[in-house]
């Protein structure tokens, strides 16, 4: 990671290496603000011990300390004696269980380690001495954080709740989130907490009236396995399992809590940084400079105001990433339909399930269909049933199908278009009007095939139909409809 060195703010490397070394190297930057070493060592290079291995490790804002945990469930705090390139080294007793997390206060006081122990502990760094414990819950692996003040912690109590404590280990308030926890961080210079969740959403919630505030929604199918956001937080990295990383503005992707992502979101070259595996790029685009390394090191993520150290793309070109907001519905639709001679003109119904949570926004499903038409007032033909003769007869159909199509919001978070195709089979039977009352000849069945474009706003919509049988020929329609979503989005 990167970190600021004194009072003069040098720029510097902290790095950790298998063996066990820490090492504090120097930066310099170039007239195009690129960075580079200093030297070819390092200002301090710090050895572990042989004998234990370090299951995690943290450094101070201003790299004074250096926090290391070892399996023998110890921390090693390391004091950098400045211009001597030298450390002070403390060895603490801190857990009875693995510890997992460490984390400075931004103003150095303090020191917080997370243990599958379920205790999270607070250490005074003046005295390298206890200050308070509190229990939480361990079982996510999530790290407890210090808020941005430094006069809070943040742990999680739950899968799907986290705390707020003050430094004496006292529960404040306790938050639910929507989905599990993953991930917690607190944007800089503000009180919002940023949480990753199952879902792969960044859920945001503000601690100075503990509401929900928004969320970002993920622009890879691929898990996120890393985010941070820059000293104002006005800029966002987010980095995915498959070694896409992605540069964005925060108010051009945070969405309130009752906002939906569009279908398809146009990812810019200036917002991409590495394209992995699952990236998306545009058709006819040459797309930004892909990396198929998924197991590129996304910990720099960490430093995100030193963003220069990755190579940002000059292409100018647009690449598309699906944005995930998939769900069931059901659909009513009446309308009225245009026959050839001798039916003209009829009323038509649909009912339809549509089923999108698996390839979305494509979706497909099952319906069935029934129109009841007119004929012409000079019906060419007779009928006689039972030795009687028959008034001009009407035409029921029902269709069976099954539909697939696109469901796409290439406008605003409420207004879908939809692009369908359906094929099936279509039954007719003729309504003969008798003196006796209304019989019909038996059912013939036909195929069916059909193909609409409409649009959504919210539940209610509108759509343009052609459809085709090999009774009737080609014939239009236009319904209304009414969608009801099914299950949880």
Not at 110 to 130: A, H, I, Q, R
């Amino acid at each position: 990671m990167f970190s600021k060195e004194g009072d003069i703010k040098n720029d510097v490397l902290l790095t950790l290496s298998e063996e066990g070394s820490f090492c504090v190297w120097d930066l310099y930057s170039d007239k195009n603000e690129k960075k580079g070493l200093t030297d070819k060592e390092p200002i301090i290079r710090i050895e572990c011990d042989d004998d234990s291995n370090i299951t995690c490790a943290s450094f101070s804002k201003n790299s004074d300390y250096i926090a290391i945990s070892d399996d023998k469930f110890n921390i090693n705090l390391y004091f950098k004696l400045r211009y001597t390139r030298q450390t002070i080294k403390k060895s603490i007793q801190a857990h009875s269980k693995e510890i997992y997390g460490l984390e400075f206060c931004s103003n150095n006081s303090y020191l917080v380690s997370s243990s599958f122990d379920n205790k999270g502990k607070v250490w005074d760094l003046k005295t390298n001495s206890l200050f308070s414990e509190f229990k939480f819950y361990s079982k996510s692996k999530v790290p407890i954080i210090f808020t941005d003040d430094s006069n809070y912690l943040i742990a999680t109590t739950s899968k799907r709740t986290f705390s707020v404590f003050d430094l004496n280990g006292e529960k404040i308030q306790t938050i639910k989130t929507l989905k599990n926890i993953e991930k917690i961080k607190i944007l800089p210079s503000t009180n919002i907490v940023a949480v990753l969740t199952s879902k792969n959403n960044i859920e945001l919630y503000n601690l100075e009236d503990y509401s929900y505030y928004g969320y970002i929604p993920p622009y890879n199918i691929t898990p996120i396995t890393s985010y941070a956001f820059n000293s104002d937080s006005s800029l966002l990295l987010i980095g995915h399992e498959d070694g896409s990383i992605y540069k964005f503005v925060f108010d051009k992707v945070f969405l309130k809590p009752d906002e939906e992502p569009p279908a398809f979101r146009v990812v810019t070259a200036e917002e991409l940084v590495a394209a992995g595996s699952s990236h998306i790029s545009a058709e006819g685009t040459d797309g930004a400079e892909s990396t198929s390394d998924s197991e590129s090191n996304l910990e720099e993520i960490e430093n995100l105001q030193n963003q220069e150290v990755f190579n940002k793309s000059s292409d100018s070109s647009f690449n598309i990433v699906p944005s995930y907001k998939p769900y069931n519905s059901l659909l009513f639709s009446v309308g009225a339909t245009y026959l050839s001679e001798p039916f003209v003109y009829g009323g038509t119904l649909f009912a339809e399930y549509r089923y999108g949570k698996l390839l979305s926004p494509i979706f497909f499903g099952v319906g069935v269909g029934g129109d009841y038409s007119y004929p012409i007032d000079d019906f060419p033909y007779t009928y006689n049933v039972n030795g009687q003769k028959t008034e001009a007869p009407n035409l029921l159909g029902i269709a069976c199908y099954v539909p697939f199509g696109v469901c796409l919001k290439p406008w605003s978070k409420d207004i879908f278009v939809i692009s369908e195709v359906k094929l099936g089979t279509k039954l007719y039977s003729l309504l003969l009007n008798t003196n006796s009352g209304v019989g019909s000849v038996g059912f013939s069945p036909y195929f069916y095939f059909a193909t609409s474009i409409g649009c959504l706003f919210k539940f209610i919509g509108a759509d343009f139909i052609v459809e085709y049988d090999s009774l009737s020929g080609f014939y239009p329609a236009v319904v209304v409809s009414y969608q009801l979503k099914v299950g949880k989005k």
